[in-house]
């Protein structure tokens, strides 16, 4: 199956990641959003990059992959944070960040070129309940390079 890299609205990547997402909800928004098709011009990924969320990362020079979701086709994940590196990086932003929960292997940030640069402990819940967020899970926290 042949792929092709596409911008996509946040509303349409909103409504990907409803349906495919395993465990988070969509994001509230976006600095841009990727996604790749397949040659019957069906999306099968998206990737969402916004701003940091964790306030310490948030310097202006630094994105995040707030989210992406695939339907299982093959290679889709690593296609699309490798390609919001590059279009980061075009946007002349100097990081990008991304987190996997524990029970995640991150291959495919690995074959993106991806690093791990921290380990977080699970979270307790003291936050607002608006905000979603992975409690009782630890998490590594990612960076291209």
Do not use: Q
């Not at 790749?36 to 948030?58: K, N, S, Y």
Request: hydrophobic share 40%.
């Amino acid at each position: 199956m042949g792929l092709t890299l596409v911008p996509v609205p946040l509303a349409e990547a909103k409504a990907f990641i409803e349906v495919w997402h395993r465990h988070l909800k969509p994001p509230r928004g976006h600095k841009f959003s990727l996604g790749l098709i397949g040659d019957e011009g069906v999306l099968v990924a998206v990737a969402v990059v916004g701003r940091p969320v964790a306030r310490g990362l948030d310097d202006g020079r630094t994105l995040e992959v707030t989210r992406l979701a695939s339907d299982g086709s093959r290679n889709t994940c690593s296609m699309l944070y490798a390609a919001s590196w590059r279009a980061a990086r075009a946007l002349a932003y100097r990081r990008l960040v991304t987190y996997t929960r524990a029970d995640e292997s991150g291959a495919s940030l690995r074959a993106a070129g991806w690093r791990p640069v921290a380990e977080l402990p699970a979270r307790e819940d003291g936050h607002p309940p608006r905000r979603t967020r992975a409690e009782g899970v630890s998490r590594t926290r990612w960076e291209a390079s």
